[in-house]
């Protein structure tokens, strides 16, 4: 939270100095065709999905690139296993395979002599309270925003994301703590967008996302918000994974719970 | 074994260079000041006409001549002032104090005649550039806001950190690699404003030196340069006032003696108000936010006997950033530095000095209606006993010891309220003792050639309670000592030598060479390029070591037409030990163990400079040109492959012309060009969660477009009145408006967001200026 308010201190500061902005053409080299995989596990009802694509071309439309023949397996420490299905192009999912609290997940995906593996661990579910709007300063204008309440246990490395759709429409903002500063503490931080012109309006109806996710997810949010994001914040550079053999992405296990509001 | 045999060398070498004069000897000692102001000068030059024989004067303007009885013409000298010439007869030791007045006059003291000198092409000493205040005060800067950092700039081998910005990297070092120096004391930060401006006020600064490598043996503790820069005494003649209305600041100076001719002050201060224009504003983004400094120069100074000299001098500046209600920062360097200089007998210089340097932030949030703040920063007390010896006009001998005690607090979280959501929480701090000592000779072995040689040990000791971790090269903890008595953690003894000779050639030129070894013992961790006030200082421990370097070079310097002009090559390697850099995606403020979020590897940079000067005549100034390159090898970065450094920027052209016009207008420009700095652009893009994340190939592969610009500046003298005396400083940065790319940023274009933009930020196109100077 801490370096998120410092760098939109320095836009700020910029800002004030008269910076002006201009969208360019750049000749970037050409990369592509590193294997990315996305795959989370979830304490909801599966099916779970693991996705595996190519990356693109920056100056290209984004296009999912899906990898297939893949075999991807999926298990847990307590000896359940199971080979996903290739339901369409680079999308693969479990038919059997259930998310609990506290287990520890395995991930191994081979593609020809390519070989990849992850594990995450599901945390204890934390309680997601509700869901408040708020009115606050947001860098000299007065904006609403949606606050999601819970309380953090006692004990530290637990780990949370949101994930804020507005009126169907997913915020792109990374929104992701942990409790290195806030152990055992009533969670009160706003989902505020960067932009000061961002704020919700009346009616808007607003779903909020909270994930309890395991140190390495958030290593790979932070790192990917710090770095990876083209703000040009820190040093760029790719996300932290959780993947072993080469690829980008991540492996998820978190559990997952979801509140609603409308904008009064 | 090898360098013991080196050590035993010296000291033979310095022995056999006292060789004993058959004839009697006595001494001539004095210092030397301006006339009007009382101010000591540095560097000027005592010499014995018709003989190939002189001294300078030391930092504090003192200097001790030796000769064998006789009659002698001596002829002094500085930059800006009239020579001045002594007949003396020799036959006892001379006290010869002397005051020498200054070309032109009052504040119209344009230097159109100065630098007459200029660069020495006798001494040994390489890689050094010199600025006085005056050649200042007509280079146009941003904001007119006269700054010797952003004059550096302009000189081969010196780069701006970023665009408007007052660091500096010299020779492909870091921004932490300068010491920087203000009467003695570090300055841990020096900008002010995101770096906008130094923290050097040009009005009570005197001079400033800048070693590019080559370092004198006195200066250690930073790899890649010293800027040395000292403050203004204060006028023990007269009292005097005199300030400056600019576009974003005001400025005061106030001086005077306190006892005439034995004694005076100097108060100098300087604040910004920009702030108080945003609050004018009727857009709610920019009347509620305050973004401001201030900063206060005092000295004092004393003359107690002929012998001896008290300075009391110290620094004070702040900055302020912040929104009304969510969220604030402030931080900034309090310095303070008490110096006595005392003469052990005519031949005996000595000065001790007492330094206290200081750099803190503080963090202020506010959440759900509650305060909460976070305040981090470093301390240093530090002592420094240094003698110079003058025993004949051949050898100048210096040495001295200095210790450092360092705290380094990374950082305590106040709570504050029950309702900020956050617990107090505080990072261990952490010790350093650095202590050195060092001897160098400069000894003017033949009329032709000169060597300066010395050498300096630092030994720096991580110390106090804590837990020191030891820490694998994935980057996890593997152990903890738990240092509960406070003793030392570990030591590093570091041998440093320095050495270089010049050789004059026919034709009023020279050649010069030198090595010059160095450690870093502090370091500072950051992951902007602009020097942000929140970047992390940490200290060489058990996992983290004492960076080091060795830099050799070659330089051949060239005097034409009569001294009219000047030319100077310089070409440097410089091997770099040590290196430290983040691990991609550290966290690199909320962490307790640094250690796990940094790798370690080397550097190199080399380079060649070039500069033309035209020193006298209406049109003064410069063309400069370097080529240089710097680069890192770090295992676990760049697949453990070279890459460019962030300040690796290979071309670099600087030209500066000041033309006088007549005597009340003087005009000037600068034109600067440099390739882009090395920059990390994306080589694809993919989606994780919904979200554009850009994959990158490779560290620094990819550069910003060259950087080019023009200012134009014009100062006029006002009419004189009785006691007052005015100019005009106006002018444009960035005459021809260029847009220069300050950041380089990716992002989803919003009605399409598979597509991607690529977005330029300019700070600055064309900026008018204009300030107005005062002297009473």
């Not at chain 1, 909801?44 to 296009?63: C, E, F, H, M, W």
């Not at chain 2, 033979?12 to 301006?34: C, D, E, P, Y």
Request: hydrophobic share 35%.
């Amino acid at each position: 939270m801490r370096t998120k308010v410092l760098s939109v201190g320095m836009t700020f500061a910029i800002m004030i100095l008269m910076g002006c902005q201009k969208v360019i053409n750049l000749d970037l080299k050409d990369d592509a065709g590193k294997y990315v995989i996305e795959g989370n596990i979830t304490n909801l009802a599966g099916p779970y999905t693991v996705t595996i694509s190519l990356t693109g071309k920056v100056s290209n439309d984004y296009v999912f690139n899906g990898v297939d023949h893949a075999t991807v397996v999926v298990g847990d420490n307590t000896g359940n296993s199971e080979t996903l299905q290739e339901k369409t192009q680079g999308v693969y999912q479990t038919a059997t395979l259930t998310g609990v609290e506290g287990r520890k997940y395995y991930l191994s995906v081979t593609l020809g002599d390519k070989h990849f593996t992850a594990t995450s661990v599901m945390p204890h579910q934390v309680p997601f309270d509700s869901l408040y709007i708020e009115q606050e300063d947001n860098w000299g204008k007065i904006v609403k925003t949606v606050v999601p309440v819970f309380t953090d246990p006692f004990g530290k490395g637990n780990s949370y994301k949101f994930n804020q759709t507005i009126n169907g429409n997913l915020d792109k903002t990374l929104y992701y703590e942990n409790d290195d500063f806030t152990d055992g503490k009533e969670s009160t931080w706003s989902l505020l967008r960067p932009d000061p012109d961002s704020t919700l309006h009346l009616n808007d109806q607003v779903k909020v996302e909270m994930q309890c996710i395991d140190s390495a997810a958030y290593k790979y949010w932070y790192s990917m918000d710090q770095s990876s994001t083209g703000n040009g914040n820190g040093l760029p550079s790719n996300p932290v994974t959780n993947i072993q053999g080469g690829a980008l992405g991540y492996f998820s296990a978190h559990t997952s719970q979801t509140r609603s509001i409308i904008v009064k | 074994m090898r360098l013991r045999a080196f050590y035993v060398y010296l000291f033979f070498l310095m022995v056999s260079s006292l060789s004993l004069w058959a004839q009697t000897k006595h001494t001539i000692t004095g210092s030397v000041r301006a006339k009007t102001t009382g101010e000591s000068i540095i560097r000027a030059s005592v010499t014995v006409v018709g003989q190939h024989i002189g001294v300078t004067t030391n930092d504090y303007g003192f200097y001790s001549l030796t000769l064998p009885d006789g009659k002698y013409t001596l002829l002094i000298s500085a930059v800006g002032r009239q020579p001045q010439t002594v007949d003396i007869l020799l036959t006892e030791n001379i006290q010869l104090p002397t005051l020498l007045e200054e070309q032109g006059s009052q504040l119209q003291d344009v230097t159109v005649t100065a630098r007459t000198k200029g660069r020495s092409i006798q001494s040994a000493q390489m890689g050094v550039e010199h600025i006085t205040t005056k050649e200042i005060k007509n280079i146009p800067v941003l904001f007119g806001e006269r700054d010797v950092m952003k004059t550096l700039q302009l000189l081969p081998g010196v780069q701006a950190a970023a665009e408007g910005n007052s660091g500096i990297n010299v020779r492909g070092g870091a921004a932490d690699q300068n010491l920087i120096l203000l009467d003695e004391a570090p300055v841990y930060n020096a900008s002010h404003l995101l770096g906008f401006f130094s923290t050097f006020n040009s009005d009570a600064i005197k001079d400033v030196t800048l070693y590019k490598g080559d370092m004198p043996a006195q200066y250690g503790g930073r790899l890649s340069s010293v800027m040395d820069v000292r403050m203004n005494d204060g006028n023990n003649q007269d009292f005097h006032v005199n300030g400056g209305l600019g576009v974003i600041s005001a400025k005061l100076n106030a001086e005077g003696p306190i006892e005439k001719g034995q004694s005076s002050f100097l108060v100098s201060g300087r604040r910004t108000y920009v702030d108080m224009f945003t609050r004018l504003s009727s857009d709610s983004t920019k009347n509620k936010n305050s973004l401001y400094f201030y900063d206060l120069n005092a000295k004092l100074n004393f003359t107690l006997s002929h012998r001896d000299k008290l300075f009391i001098s110290g620094y004070f500046g702040r900055d302020n950033l912040s929104n009304a209600d969510i969220f604030g920062i402030n931080w900034g360097n309090a310095t303070a530095t008490v110096r006595w200089n005392h003469t052990f007998g005519p031949r005996l210089f000595s000065n001790t000095s007492l330094i206290y340097s200081n750099y803190d932030y503080k963090l202020k949030f506010s959440n759900n209606g509650s305060q909460f703040g976070v305040t981090s920063g470093l301390r240093d007390f530090n002592f420094k006993e240094e003698l110079q010896y003058y025993p004949n006009p051949r050898n100048n001998i210096r040495m001295g010891v200095n210790a450092i005690y360092h705290t380094l607090n990374p950082g305590v979280l106040n709570a504050g309220g029950p309702k900020s959501g956050v617990n107090d929480t505080s990072f261990q701090k952490r010790y350093g003792l650095e202590n050195a000592a060092f001897i160098s000779n400069d000894w003017k072995v033949t009329d032709k050639l000169n060597i300066s040689y010395g050498a300096r040990v630092t030994a720096f000791s991580a110390l106090g309670k804590g837990d020191f971790y030891t820490v694998n090269v994935a980057g996890q903890v593997t152990d903890t000592l738990h240092n509960k008595d406070g003793g030392i953690v570990k030591t590093y003894f570091t041998p440093e030598v320095r050495a270089s000779f010049s050789y004059q050639l026919g034709g009023a030129s020279s050649i010069k060479a030198s090595y010059a070894g160095n450690t870093q013992n502090m370091h500072l961790l950051s992951t902007s390029s602009g020097g942000f006030p929140t970047d992390r200082w940490v200290a060489s421990n058990n996992m983290i070591k004492p960076e080091r370097s060795h830099q050799v070079s070659l330089g051949y310097y060239k005097n034409l037409d009569e001294d009219k002009y000047e030319i100077t090559v310089e070409t440097y390697y410089k091997a770099l030990e040590n290196q430290i850099d983040y691990r991609d995606g550290a966290n690199v403020v909320s962490t307790g163990t640094i250690e796990t979020e940094l790798l370690y590897g080397k550097g190199r940079a080399y380079g060649i400079e070039g500069m033309l000067r035209k020193k006298t005549g209406r049109l003064t100034g410069w063309i400069g040109y370097t080529y240089s390159r710097s680069q890192k090898k770090i295992d676990g970065i760049n697949n453990g492959d070279w890459y460019n450094a962030v300040q690796d920027r290979p071309h670099d052209i600087s030209i500066v012309g000041m033309y006088k016009l007549n005597p009340k207008w003087m005009l000037s420009a600068t034109w600067v060009y440099n390739t882009g700095n090395a920059v990390s652009f994306p080589s694809g893009k993919y989606q994780a969660d919904g979200r554009t994340v850009y994959y990158y190939s490779e560290r620094n592969g990819y550069r910003m477009p060259a950087y080019h610009r023009l200012d134009l500046g014009a100062t006029v003298q006002l009419k004189q009145r009785k006691h007052l005396s005015s100019e005009l400083a106006f002018g444009v940065y960035n005459a021809y408006a260029r847009n220069n790319a300050f950041i380089i940023t990716f992002r989803d274009n919003k009605d399409d967001p598979n597509k991607t933009e690529a977005v330029r930020t300019t700070l600055f196109s064309i900026v008018p200026f204009i300030s107005y100077n005062f002297k009473f």
